[in-house]
């Protein structure tokens, strides 16, 4: 098994998880548009989400592009070291599918914004779509646990959902 040097462990260790900057943008963005009184990295929720809003049960995972394997992206592997971080993509990609997973079968709503949704062109519509998930995520007749790509189109959104949970069942 090919390890990292020690040069890329460092880098490694100085990226933050916590209070990045598109994760910064959304709660301002929340904030602005009257949805404040969220938990950040609520510990007694599946996979620590972002943001969340428990008394609502929604969870908000603002995922960065690079690390979490963007979909709309396509972000090319790292020439070097190629096995590790294949093995590392992929175990990113399985935790972020089981917290999710756990936290939709409890029931939770699970809104997951993904960086380049929170460029300029397409921050306000997608925070539109992030408002609305949080705000009908009370309403009665969206009982139950669900899924939703934040800012991406229908035809994404849909095919997102139902590849997921085709994989997390198998």
């Known amino acids: 098994m090919a390890e990292v040097s020690v040069a890329t462990h460092h880098v490694m260790q100085a990226n ?3 209070d ?12 602005v548009r009257g949805l404040s009184g969220y ?3 609520w510990k007694k929720a599946a996979g620590r989400p972002d943001i969340c809003y428990p008394g609502r049960k929604v969870a908000v995972f603002v995922q960065g592009c690079y690390w979490h394997r963007c979909p709309y992206c396509a972000l090319p ?19 972020d599918e089981r917290d999710q997973r ?5 029931g939770w709503t699970v809104a997951v914004v993904w960086e380049c949704h929170l460029k300029q062109g397409r921050r306000e519509r997608t925070m539109d779509d992030l408002e609305r998930v949080i705000r009908t995520a009370g309403d009665p007749a969206r ?22 949970f085709a994989r997390s069942r198998r």
Not at 20 to 31: A, D
Not at 102 to 106: A, Q, R
Not at 147 to 164: K, T
């Open 143 to 164: 009982r139950g646990g669900r899924l939703v790509e934040v800012g991406a189109s229908a035809p994404w959104r849909l095919r997102m959902v139902r590849e997921r």
């Open 102 to 106: 756990l936290l939709v079968e409890d």
């Open 77 to 95: 592997l790292p020439k070097s070291n190629v096995d590790f971080w294949e093995r590392k993509f992929a175990r990113n990609r399985a935790r």
């Open 16 to 18: 933050k998880s916590k």
């Open 39 to 41: 938990r950040l990295h």
């Open 20 to 31: 990045t900057k598109p994760e910064l943008v959304v709660r301002h963005e929340l904030r």
